[in-house]
């Protein structure tokens, strides 16, 4: 007999890339308050009280903070229109001493899927955020370059693709022709993570998967899928080893807190690990990237306005 013995993915954290993207801040940082008497400063918006958003924005505005920059939170109750919301975003742009907006997600439901479209909606408070000053790429400023794959042009990249972005130039994940399957469609991480994929910066061939995909589809493009990206979120999402090719490069986005008062990825990690070549955990994994790869575009950000960085990203 012989006995098969199945290697492990190489485990894929996320804290020594977050700490490289870091230690570059706190360099822009150091300079921009020397060189321009700048202190970088990112504006939060959270509405209403869920415990999950509290804590991301906390955390958000702590690492800002540790890293010597300005962070300042705007809380809003659950009925606040998006008019409102709306009106205090433009007063953020145009306040010269905000560098960076970030508008947490989820709003409250009217804003995010208003009964009929005669209301402002969440995309009116995206647009409202000067172009500058887009820290989450959520504008029609920045998702336009995106889309268009003009890397030289991209102002903000949101966090979650920088984040995925510098995870796979560390753990050395070569992405040109290969098969990258996303799952979700959400606008901060999902869309644009896709469009990273499969544009010119990646050049992987990207195929997009969401509630909408059969169940058939989804699992005969996993079988094929080189690298798999999830940001699902939710328990009725669990990507499990048995549909996942052998070598496959897996990235999960996806977080949720269970039921068990844990956090929870999209990926069933005992069963994938086994089959995948590099896995990301939940926790440790992409979090604690796409936090620092926010306060890379605060610096970006305070960058615009002292007029020392041109748009455009370069890996
Ligand atoms: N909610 C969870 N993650 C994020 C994020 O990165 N940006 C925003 N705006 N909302 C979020």
Same mark, same amino acid.
């Given at each position: 007999?012989?006995?098969?013995?199945?290697?492990?993915?190489?485990?894929?954290?996320?804290?020594?890339?977050?700490?490289?993207?870091?230690?570059?801040?706190?360099?822009?940082?150091?300079?921009?308050?020397?060189?321009?008497?700048?202190?970088?400063?990112?504006?939060?918006?959270?509405?209403?009280?869920?415990?999950?958003?509290?804590?991301?924005?906390?955390?958000?505005?702590?690492?800002?903070?540790?890293?010597?920059?300005?962070?300042?939170?705007?809380?809003?109750?659950?009925?606040?229109?998006?008019?409102?919301?709306?009106?205090?975003?433009?007063?953020?742009?145009?306040?010269?001493?905000?560098?960076?907006?970030?508008?947490?997600?989820?709003?409250?439901?009217?804003?995010?899927?208003?009964?009929?479209?005669?209301?402002?909606?969440?995309?009116?408070?995206?647009?409202?955020?000067?172009?500058?000053?887009?820290?989450?790429? %959520?504008? /029609?400023?920045? +998702?336009?370059?995106?889309?268009?794959?003009?890397?030289?042009?991209? $102002?903000?990249?949101? *966090? #979650? !693709?920088?984040?995925?972005?510098?995870?796979?130039?560390?753990?050395?994940?070569?992405?040109?022709?290969?098969?990258?399957?996303? %799952?979700? /469609?959400?606008? +901060?991480?999902?869309?644009?993570?896709?469009?990273?994929?499969?544009? $010119?910066?990646?050049? *992987? #061939? !990207?195929?997009?998967?969401?509630?909408?995909?059969?169940?058939?589809?989804?699992?005969?493009?996993?079988?094929?899928?080189?690298?798999?990206?999830?940001?699902?979120?939710?328990?009725?999402?669990?990507?499990?080893?048995?549909?996942?090719?052998?070598?496959?490069?897996?990235?999960?986005?996806?977080?949720?807190?269970?039921?068990?008062?844990?956090?929870?990825?999209?990926?069933?990690?005992?069963?994938?690990?086994?089959?995948?070549?590099?896995?990301?955990?939940?926790?440790?994994?992409?979090?604690?990237?796409?936090?620092?790869?926010?306060?890379?575009?605060?610096?970006?950000?305070?960058?615009?306005?002292?007029?020392?960085?041109?748009?455009?990203?370069?890996?």
């Amino acid at each position: 007999m012989f006995a098969y013995i199945r290697s492990m993915a190489e485990i894929m954290y996320g804290q020594p890339v977050a700490e490289e993207i870091e230690r570059k801040v706190q360099i822009a940082v150091h300079s921009l308050k020397t060189s321009h008497q700048v202190v970088p400063r990112l504006d939060v918006i959270l509405v209403g009280k869920s415990p999950a958003s509290e804590r991301y924005v906390k955390r958000k505005l702590d690492t800002c903070q540790g890293l010597g920059m300005r962070a300042e939170l705007h809380t809003f109750n659950h009925d606040v229109t998006a008019r409102e919301l709306r009106d205090h975003v433009l007063s953020l742009s145009a306040d010269p001493s905000v560098h960076g907006i970030l508008v947490q997600l989820p709003l409250p439901r009217p804003i995010e899927e208003p009964a009929d479209d005669t209301t402002l909606d969440k995309f009116d408070i995206f647009d409202a955020i000067a172009a500058e000053k887009d820290v989450d790429g %959520v504008s /029609r400023y920045s +998702i336009a370059e995106l889309y268009r794959a003009q890397q030289n042009r991209l $102002r903000f990249l949101p *966090a #979650t !693709a920088v984040a995925i972005r510098r995870m796979l130039a560390y753990y050395h994940i070569e992405t040109e022709g290969r098969k990258a399957v996303v %799952v979700g /469609r959400n606008d +901060i991480t999902a869309k644009p993570v896709h469009h990273m994929l499969g544009g $010119r910066m990646c050049n *992987a #061939t !990207a195929i997009w998967c969401h509630r909408h995909t059969r169940q058939q589809d989804h699992d005969a493009f996993m079988r094929e899928a080189d690298i798999i990206v999830t940001s699902v979120g939710s328990e009725r999402y669990k990507l499990t080893g048995n549909i996942v090719k052998p070598g496959a490069v897996v990235i999960d986005v996806g977080t949720r807190v269970g039921a068990d008062g844990r956090l929870h990825g999209d990926v069933d990690f005992e069963s994938v690990a086994p089959v995948a070549s590099q896995i990301t955990p939940v926790p440790k994994g992409v979090g604690p990237v796409t936090v620092a790869a926010l306060t890379e575009n605060v610096v970006r950000a305070a960058q615009f306005a002292v007029g020392i960085r041109k748009s455009g990203y370069i890996f």
